[in-house]
């Protein structure tokens, strides 16, 4: 059975549900979330996205990402994916949203409306293989320098959300277009 993604509008209110494939081929604007953990010593985990995945297979991005399903809150499908991706759950805490707009090199489109949850968490993650092909804590200054040396082994939204945990914008020349006051 397909999966589903919420199809919003500038303001994230809900418009219809569309076939997630289908939404990524249209370059339709939806819901979306993206998941950073953080340990008590300050580093970032990292995943590494399986080869399988759709878009996007064999780059590292944050800890976990995904789509909220129909009639499903936001937080509650941030909840689900990190236990579905990285078999581990934590508090985790919605600090802003934005917006992007990027081709990606498979002629999908990804055109998201991005709620970015972080979490706390000291251990190891207990990866869904099927998902993710690697994972690693990183320092997130190391990370800001690797990103900038080698951007083509990331995911493209990983930087953006980055930007946004700063507390600036994310910083994209075409791709972002607004980003929600932080909470």
């Not at 604007?29 to 008590?40: E, G, I, K, M, N």
């Not at 399903?69 to 689900?80: D, S, V, Y």
């Not at 508090?91 to 002629?107: P, V, W």
């Amino acid at each position: 059975m397909p999966e589903h993604v919420i199809l919003v509008d500038d303001s994230d209110r809900p418009l219809a549900t569309c076939e997630k494939l289908e939404a990524h081929e249209l370059g339709l604007l939806h819901r979306a979330l993206s998941v950073f953990v953080f340990d008590t010593r300050g580093r970032m985990l990292l995943q590494r996205r399986a080869q399988g995945k759709y878009h996007a297979g064999g780059l590292w991005s944050n800890t976990c990402c995904t789509h909220p399903r129909p009639g499903e809150p936001t937080e509650a499908a941030a909840h689900r994916r990190l236990r579905e991706e990285m078999g581990f759950g934590c508090a985790l805490a919605e600090h802003f949203s934005f917006t992007y707009r990027i081709a990606l090199d498979n002629n999908l489109i990804e055109h998201e409306y991005d709620h970015v949850f972080t979490g706390r968490y000291d251990g190891d993650p207990s990866p869904n293989a099927e998902e993710v092909a690697g994972w690693r804590w990183v320092d997130p200054h190391w990370l800001d320098k690797d990103l900038k040396l080698r951007p083509r082994v990331y995911t493209p939204w990983l930087g953006f959300a980055l930007d946004g945990l700063r507390g600036g914008r994310p910083a994209t020349a075409a791709a972002t277009r607004s980003i929600s006051t932080p909470r």
